[in-house]
Protein backbone atom coordinates (compact mmCIF):
# COMPACT_ATOMS: atom_id res chain seq x y z
CA UNK A 1 0.00 0.00 0.00
CA UNK A 2 1.44 3.53 -0.77
CA UNK A 3 1.46 6.42 1.12
CA UNK A 4 -0.67 8.10 2.55
CA UNK A 5 -3.30 4.97 2.29
CA UNK A 6 -0.81 3.18 4.58
CA UNK A 7 -0.69 5.49 7.16
CA UNK A 8 -4.54 5.98 7.75
CA UNK A 9 -4.99 2.34 7.34
CA UNK A 10 -2.47 1.83 10.65
CA UNK A 11 -4.66 4.12 12.12
CA UNK A 12 -8.06 2.63 11.54
CA UNK A 13 -6.61 -0.47 13.67
CA UNK A 14 -4.97 2.18 16.36
CA UNK A 15 -8.40 3.66 16.78
CA UNK A 16 -10.26 0.71 16.87
CA UNK A 17 -7.64 -0.76 19.35
CA UNK A 18 -8.35 2.52 21.80
CA UNK A 19 -12.00 3.57 21.47
CA UNK A 20 -13.75 0.01 20.52
CA UNK A 21 -15.26 1.41 17.29
CA UNK A 22 -15.54 -0.44 14.34
CA UNK A 23 -14.78 1.89 11.89
CA UNK A 24 -13.63 1.52 7.69
CA UNK A 25 -11.94 3.86 5.50
CA UNK A 26 -12.93 3.62 1.47
CA UNK A 27 -10.43 5.84 -1.05
CA UNK A 28 -13.40 5.45 -3.56
CA UNK A 29 -13.26 4.84 -7.09
CA UNK A 30 -12.72 8.09 -9.15
CA UNK A 31 -14.58 6.10 -12.70
CA UNK A 32 -17.91 5.95 -10.33
CA UNK A 33 -19.51 9.40 -11.81
CA UNK A 34 -22.20 9.41 -9.49
CA UNK A 35 -23.24 11.80 -6.20
CA UNK A 36 -21.26 9.80 -3.80
CA UNK A 37 -17.74 9.35 -5.49
CA UNK A 38 -15.07 10.03 -3.63
CA UNK A 39 -13.56 8.38 0.13
CA UNK A 40 -16.11 7.99 2.78
CA UNK A 41 -15.06 7.09 6.48
CA UNK A 42 -17.65 5.29 8.58
CA UNK A 43 -17.97 3.74 11.87
CA UNK A 44 -20.02 1.18 13.92
CA UNK A 45 -20.58 1.45 17.85
CA UNK A 46 -23.59 0.65 20.46
CA UNK A 47 -22.70 4.36 21.38
CA UNK A 48 -23.50 6.73 18.97
CA UNK A 49 -21.35 9.39 20.72
CA UNK A 50 -18.27 7.25 20.54
CA UNK A 51 -19.11 6.81 16.87
CA UNK A 52 -19.11 9.74 15.59
CA UNK A 53 -16.04 10.94 17.69
CA UNK A 54 -14.19 7.82 15.98
CA UNK A 55 -15.41 8.65 12.09
CA UNK A 56 -14.23 12.48 13.16
CA UNK A 57 -10.98 11.29 13.97
CA UNK A 58 -10.15 9.86 11.47
CA UNK A 59 -11.94 11.92 8.41
CA UNK A 60 -9.52 14.77 10.16
CA UNK A 61 -6.86 12.54 9.64
CA UNK A 62 -7.37 11.91 5.81
CA UNK A 63 -8.13 15.61 5.11
CA UNK A 64 -5.00 16.66 6.73
CA UNK A 65 -3.57 14.40 4.21
CA UNK A 66 -5.01 16.13 1.41
CA UNK A 67 -1.82 17.28 -0.44
CA UNK A 68 -0.02 14.20 -0.21
CA UNK A 69 -2.94 12.54 -2.34
CA UNK A 70 -1.82 13.35 -5.96
CA UNK A 71 0.93 10.91 -5.82
CA UNK A 72 4.04 10.69 -8.27
CA UNK A 73 3.16 9.61 -11.95
CA UNK A 74 5.55 9.64 -14.20
CA UNK A 75 5.25 9.19 -18.00
CA UNK A 76 6.51 6.30 -19.62
CA UNK A 77 10.20 7.53 -20.27
CA UNK A 78 10.53 9.57 -18.22
CA UNK A 79 9.99 6.37 -15.67
CA UNK A 80 11.98 3.63 -17.61
CA UNK A 81 14.30 6.08 -17.32
CA UNK A 82 14.04 6.41 -12.95
CA UNK A 83 13.81 2.55 -13.24
CA UNK A 84 17.17 2.32 -14.60
CA UNK A 85 18.74 4.81 -12.79
CA UNK A 86 17.63 2.94 -9.08
CA UNK A 87 17.94 -0.84 -10.90
CA UNK A 88 21.74 0.10 -10.91
CA UNK A 89 22.08 -0.53 -7.11
CA UNK A 90 19.02 -2.35 -6.60
CA UNK A 91 19.15 -5.61 -5.03
CA UNK A 92 14.77 -6.52 -5.69
CA UNK A 93 13.09 -5.61 -8.79
CA UNK A 94 12.25 -2.50 -10.18
CA UNK A 95 8.09 -2.13 -10.74
CA UNK A 96 6.50 0.00 -13.14
CA UNK A 97 2.60 0.00 -12.54
CA UNK A 98 0.94 0.98 -15.76
CA UNK A 99 -2.02 2.59 -14.10
CA UNK A 100 -4.08 3.81 -16.93
CA UNK A 101 -4.55 0.62 -18.38
CA UNK A 102 -5.82 -1.64 -15.24
CA UNK A 103 -8.15 -4.25 -16.76
CA UNK A 104 -9.47 -3.93 -12.75
CA UNK A 105 -10.38 0.09 -13.71
CA UNK A 106 -12.16 -0.53 -16.93
CA UNK A 107 -8.84 -0.39 -18.88
CA UNK A 108 -8.40 -2.85 -22.35
CA UNK A 109 -5.53 -4.54 -20.43
CA UNK A 110 -3.24 -4.25 -23.93
CA UNK A 111 -1.79 -1.10 -24.78
CA UNK A 112 1.62 -1.01 -25.57
CA UNK A 113 2.89 2.50 -24.23
CA UNK A 114 5.16 1.22 -21.52
CA UNK A 115 6.31 -2.20 -23.12
CA UNK A 116 7.91 0.16 -25.97
CA UNK A 117 9.57 2.49 -23.47
CA UNK A 118 10.77 -0.27 -22.02
CA UNK A 119 12.22 -1.86 -25.42
CA UNK A 120 13.20 1.49 -26.66
CA UNK A 121 15.76 1.96 -23.50
CA UNK A 122 16.80 -1.27 -23.85
CA UNK A 123 16.20 -2.68 -20.59
CA UNK A 124 17.57 -6.18 -20.22
CA UNK A 125 15.87 -9.13 -17.33
CA UNK A 126 12.47 -7.51 -17.40
CA UNK A 127 8.99 -8.93 -17.79
CA UNK A 128 5.55 -7.03 -18.79
CA UNK A 129 2.17 -8.36 -18.53
CA UNK A 130 -0.56 -8.81 -18.73
CA UNK A 131 -1.30 -8.37 -22.35
CA UNK A 132 -4.70 -9.01 -23.48
CA UNK A 133 -4.19 -10.39 -26.67
CA UNK A 134 -6.05 -13.94 -27.63
CA UNK A 135 -5.46 -13.30 -31.38
CA UNK A 136 -1.81 -13.15 -30.88
CA UNK A 137 -1.63 -15.82 -27.93
CA UNK A 138 -3.60 -18.29 -30.53
CA UNK A 139 -1.12 -17.64 -32.87
CA UNK A 140 2.36 -18.23 -30.30
CA UNK A 141 0.44 -21.77 -29.06
CA UNK A 142 0.10 -23.00 -32.51
CA UNK A 143 3.42 -22.41 -33.54
CA UNK A 144 4.92 -23.59 -30.72
CA UNK A 145 7.79 -23.33 -28.27
CA UNK A 146 11.26 -21.71 -29.73
CA UNK A 147 8.96 -20.35 -32.69
CA UNK A 148 9.80 -16.93 -34.00
CA UNK A 149 6.15 -14.97 -35.33
CA UNK A 150 5.83 -12.08 -36.55
CA UNK A 151 2.79 -10.09 -35.34
CA UNK A 152 1.28 -6.62 -34.13
CA UNK A 153 0.89 -7.17 -30.59
CA UNK A 154 -1.81 -5.28 -28.47
CA UNK A 155 -3.51 -1.84 -29.09
CA UNK A 156 -6.42 -2.99 -30.34
CA UNK A 157 -8.82 -0.98 -28.98
CA UNK A 158 -8.31 2.41 -30.49
CA UNK A 159 -6.74 3.82 -27.24
CA UNK A 160 -5.87 7.72 -27.66
CA UNK A 161 -1.82 8.16 -28.01
CA UNK A 162 -1.37 3.60 -28.47
CA UNK A 163 -0.61 1.55 -31.31
CA UNK A 164 0.47 -2.28 -31.50
CA UNK A 165 4.12 -3.14 -31.12
CA UNK A 166 4.90 -4.90 -34.41
CA UNK A 167 7.78 -7.26 -34.25
CA UNK A 168 9.91 -10.42 -34.41
CA UNK A 169 9.06 -12.23 -30.85
CA UNK A 170 9.85 -15.47 -30.23
CA UNK A 171 7.62 -18.19 -28.29
CA UNK A 172 9.50 -19.39 -25.28
CA UNK A 173 6.11 -21.09 -23.72
CA UNK A 174 2.25 -21.64 -24.52
CA UNK A 175 1.02 -23.03 -21.59
CA UNK A 176 -2.57 -24.08 -20.48
CA UNK A 177 -3.16 -20.75 -18.59
CA UNK A 178 -4.56 -22.54 -15.85
CA UNK A 179 -3.16 -21.85 -12.41
CA UNK A 180 -4.20 -21.55 -8.82
CA UNK A 181 -3.17 -17.65 -7.41
CA UNK A 182 -1.57 -17.39 -4.14
CA UNK A 183 -0.81 -13.69 -3.38
CA UNK A 184 -3.20 -11.91 -1.03
CA UNK A 185 -6.06 -10.99 -4.12
CA UNK A 186 -6.72 -13.82 -5.81
CA UNK A 187 -5.25 -16.11 -3.45
CA UNK A 188 -6.84 -20.00 -4.11
CA UNK A 189 -8.86 -18.83 -6.63
CA UNK A 190 -8.40 -21.31 -9.70
CA UNK A 191 -7.33 -18.44 -12.92
CA UNK A 192 -7.94 -20.05 -16.75
CA UNK A 193 -6.16 -17.50 -18.91
CA UNK A 194 -6.28 -19.56 -21.75
CA UNK A 195 -4.77 -18.78 -24.85
CA UNK A 196 -1.92 -17.81 -22.68
CA UNK A 197 2.08 -17.48 -24.03
CA UNK A 198 5.61 -16.10 -23.06
CA UNK A 199 6.89 -13.74 -25.97
CA UNK A 200 10.40 -12.63 -26.19
CA UNK A 201 11.71 -9.50 -27.72
CA UNK A 202 14.69 -7.81 -26.93
CA UNK A 203 15.10 -7.64 -23.36
CA UNK A 204 11.59 -8.15 -22.48
CA UNK A 205 9.50 -11.12 -21.56
CA UNK A 206 5.79 -10.54 -22.36
CA UNK A 207 3.10 -12.40 -20.90
CA UNK A 208 0.26 -12.92 -23.31
CA UNK A 209 -3.36 -14.00 -22.28
CA UNK A 210 -6.47 -14.42 -23.61
CA UNK A 211 -8.60 -13.06 -20.72
CA UNK A 212 -8.59 -9.77 -19.50
CA UNK A 213 -7.36 -9.72 -15.68
CA UNK A 214 -4.94 -7.55 -14.04
CA UNK A 215 -1.50 -8.92 -12.86
CA UNK A 216 -1.64 -9.11 -9.49
CA UNK A 217 -0.79 -12.35 -8.58
CA UNK A 218 3.26 -13.66 -8.97
CA UNK A 219 1.57 -17.11 -10.53
CA UNK A 220 0.49 -15.69 -13.80
CA UNK A 221 4.17 -14.82 -14.32
CA UNK A 222 5.39 -17.91 -12.42
CA UNK A 223 3.11 -20.32 -14.78
CA UNK A 224 5.02 -19.52 -18.06
CA UNK A 225 8.20 -19.87 -16.07
CA UNK A 226 9.21 -16.48 -15.17
CA UNK A 227 9.81 -15.61 -11.19
CA UNK A 228 9.37 -12.43 -10.57
CA UNK A 229 11.37 -11.70 -7.59
CA UNK A 230 14.29 -12.41 -10.12
CA UNK A 231 13.82 -9.71 -12.73
CA UNK A 232 15.37 -6.25 -12.80
CA UNK A 233 12.03 -4.97 -14.13
CA UNK A 234 8.65 -5.67 -14.17
CA UNK A 235 5.79 -3.66 -15.78
CA UNK A 236 2.45 -4.70 -14.33
CA UNK A 237 -0.92 -3.74 -15.51
CA UNK A 238 -2.70 -2.15 -12.67
CA UNK A 239 -3.23 0.61 -10.30
CA UNK A 240 -3.31 -0.86 -6.57
CA UNK A 241 -4.32 -4.40 -5.83
CA UNK A 242 -0.81 -5.86 -7.43
CA UNK A 243 0.98 -4.30 -4.71
CA UNK A 244 0.11 -6.98 -1.70
CA UNK A 245 1.69 -9.39 -4.00
CA UNK A 246 4.23 -7.84 -5.93
CA UNK A 247 5.24 -4.11 -3.57
CA UNK A 248 7.26 -7.06 -0.39
CA UNK A 249 9.71 -7.62 -3.70
CA UNK A 250 10.29 -4.78 -4.82
CA UNK A 251 12.94 -2.01 -4.22
CA UNK A 252 11.38 1.09 -5.62
CA UNK A 253 7.13 1.09 -7.26
CA UNK A 254 6.82 3.86 -10.22
CA UNK A 255 3.48 4.89 -11.19
CA UNK A 256 3.16 5.46 -15.00
CA UNK A 257 0.70 7.05 -17.21
CA UNK A 258 0.98 5.17 -19.96
CA UNK A 259 -1.76 5.61 -22.67
CA UNK A 260 -4.74 3.98 -21.36
CA UNK A 261 -8.87 4.05 -20.61
CA UNK A 262 -8.48 4.51 -16.89
CA UNK A 263 -6.96 8.12 -15.97
CA UNK A 264 -4.47 8.56 -13.35
CA UNK A 265 -5.61 12.13 -12.24
CA UNK A 266 -9.30 12.59 -11.25
CA UNK A 267 -9.51 16.06 -13.14
CA UNK A 268 -9.05 14.03 -16.59
CA UNK A 269 -12.59 12.39 -15.93
CA UNK A 270 -15.34 13.68 -17.65
CA UNK A 271 -18.05 14.00 -14.31
CA UNK A 272 -21.32 15.17 -14.59
CA UNK A 273 -22.82 13.60 -11.48
CA UNK A 274 -20.63 15.04 -8.90
CA UNK A 275 -22.18 16.95 -5.58
CA UNK A 276 -21.47 20.43 -5.72
CA UNK A 277 -18.27 20.94 -3.69
CA UNK A 278 -16.76 18.22 -4.43
CA UNK A 279 -12.53 18.69 -5.36
CA UNK A 280 -11.29 16.30 -8.17
CA UNK A 281 -8.04 16.92 -7.53
CA UNK A 282 -6.14 17.93 -3.98
CA UNK A 283 -5.99 21.57 -3.55
CA UNK A 284 -2.24 22.48 -4.78
CA UNK A 285 -1.98 19.46 -6.45
CA UNK A 286 -1.07 19.78 -10.16
CA UNK A 287 -1.66 16.76 -13.01
CA UNK A 288 0.28 15.70 -15.48
CA UNK A 289 2.86 13.11 -16.38
Known amino acids: MRAPADVIVAAVADI ?18 IPDCGPSVYGYASDQDAAEAAVNRLAEMVEAREQDWG ?73 GEGAEISVALGGKHDVPGDSPLTGNFKVICAPSGRMIASGPLYKGGRMDLHPMARLRIGGIDIVVVGKRVQAADQEFFRHVGIEPGAMR ?6 SAHFRGHFQPIADAVLDVASPGAMAAFPNALPFTRLRAGVRVMPTGVNSGA
Open 16 to 33: EAETGVLLTFAGGFPAAD
Open 233 to 238: FLGIKS
Open 71 to 143: GDVLGPVAAVAEAMRLAVSAKRPIVLADIQDNPGAGGTGDTMGLIKAMLDAGVENAAAGLVFDPHVATIAARA
